[in-house]
């Protein structure tokens, strides 16, 4: 629990549970921000609610203002009172930024800050400055379970909704997106749908597997659940940063002329050097309109209920890699860090990945697998090649906490 300013504190459910911590700082009221959560009377408090919900909801502001209301009311007749949400990190924080900008004539912003450094873990999350768009995220798994749960966080928090088609994956895959599912519940947020479907193969890729028409199935049936006016395409190993967001809600605004947005598929080789033109052998630069360098571009965000996918032409020797029809044109090519992906940084995908040094390259040395994944000592030859450390260039990247935290515990830990 943190004081805030005269009689008005922050905390967690459990605080507003705690009867000695209560009397301690004197609470003689306490606010539930929470619409999903009901918490018991305690004697000697006036208990009060105007919840929240934590994510996008057409209901929020009439509940914020409710909640300011009766704040005002509760400290202008003199009682000190407790706002609270789950863990007191955002909801709470915000209803008592919104009230005491209304109250100073301040920006709401700037009395959050202020709240954050009395309590760093505080934070504002997109829903709360408007930034949600009206864009559905699209993913196909099948057996992707070390990955999907980071995925999905990079998407989440911005989005409309997450539309996820399982493609009954044996490996815990399904069972941890429910188990995420049921995180968000519990505080309100939860925007995703997750679909079981049976290609009829037990492997993704198959043969006989047709990728064009499960992934259309999965972008008709994301239109049809949240009619949304954007789709976006990622799938388990893919990490969208928040600096794509941020452009987004910059860009798709009612004059954007263009039908779809495509990005780099950038690709970190360590925790602080990035794959560079030299690196991409064995995929493709192109170059923008303006002449802007682009690694392994794809097409990620298109217009909803006019592209669908058909077989690659280009490959007709495969149904993987299938494109868009009709061509999504014009197309907005948006540079900056917008989408990395985690094959050759940790995870299953990564072990692939760097035995590519033996199995692709012709390299003598052997990674020993009995042994942690370490890149840099594991294979060294390959570490150094010009496909990756030779060519790769230093980049200031504030890498998501449950990204390195992952990172961390993988077998040799970050490099």
């Known amino acids: 629990m943190k004081k805030v300013c005269n009689n008005v504190y922050i905390g967690t459910s459990s605080d507003a549970e705690n009867i000695d911590l209560l009397r301690e700082c004197g609470i003689t009221a306490i606010l539930n921000v929470a619409h999903d959560l009901n918490r018991p009377w305690v004697s000697g408090t006036l208990s009060l609610k105007a919840g929240l919900t934590n994510g996008p909801c057409e209901d929020n502001e009439a ?36 009230y005491l900008s ?41 057996d992707d379970v070390y990955y999907v749960d980071m995925s999905i966080k990079s ?18 895959t399904y069972e941890k997106i429910l188990g995420i599912m049921q995180d968000l519940q519990l505080k309100g947020s939860c925007n995703i749908v997750v679909e079981r479907v049976d290609t009829g193969h037990k492997e993704r890729f198959a043969p006989g597997y047709n990728e064009p028409y499960w992934r259309t199935q999965a972008l008709k049936r994301a239109e049809a659940i949240f009619s949304p006016a954007w789709l976006l395409k990622i799938d388990a190993d893919d990490m969208f940063t928040e600096y794509f967001f941020k452009k987004l809600d910059g860009l798709l605004t009612p004059d954007f002329k263009f039908e779809s947005v495509r990005v780099s598929g950038d690709r970190p080789i360590s925790k602080d050097y990035w794959a560079t033109e030299g690196s991409y052998e064995l995929e493709k630069t192109e170059y923008s309109p303006e002449g802007g ?23 007709p020797e495969t149904m993987m890699h299938p494109i868009l029809t009709p061509q999504p ?25 760097w035995h590519e040094g033996h199995d692709i390259y012709g390299l003598e040395e052997v990674i020993d697998d009995s042994k ?8 060294p030859e390959f570490y150094n090649h010009h496909v990756n450390m030779a060519t790769a260039e230093k980049r200031d990247f504030k890498w998501p906490d449950y990204v390195l935290e992952r990172w961390s515990q993988w077998q040799g830990g970050c490099w």
């Open 102 to 142: 209304e109250k100073k004539k301040t920006d709401w912003k700037e009395e959050f800050q202020k709240i954050k450094i009395l309590a760093p873990d505080v934070q504002i999350l997109p829903w709360m400055d408007g930034d949600i768009l009206d864009v559905v995220a699209v993913m196909v798994v099948k």
């Open 293 to 315: 360098r682009f690694g392994d571009p794809h097409t990620q965000l298109w217009r909803a209920g006019k592209y669908y996918f058909e077989r690659n032409p280009g490959l």
């Open 372 to 379: 942690p994944l370490y890149p840099p000592t594991s294979c």
């Open 63 to 98: 509940a914020t203002q409710a909640a300011i209301a009766i704040l005002k009311a509760s400290v202008s007749g003199g009682r000190i009172v407790l706002v609270h949400c789950h863990d007191g990190k955002d909801r709470a924080p915000y209803v008592v930024s919104r």
């Open 155 to 172: 998407v989440q928090p911005y989005v409309k909704g997450v539309y996820i088609q399982d493609q009954f994956s044996t490996d815990g």
């Open 329 to 353: 044109r014009p197309e907005y090519w948006l540079a900056g860090l917008c989408n990395y992906h985690l094959h050759r940084t940790f995870g299953p995908k990564a072990i692939a990945f």
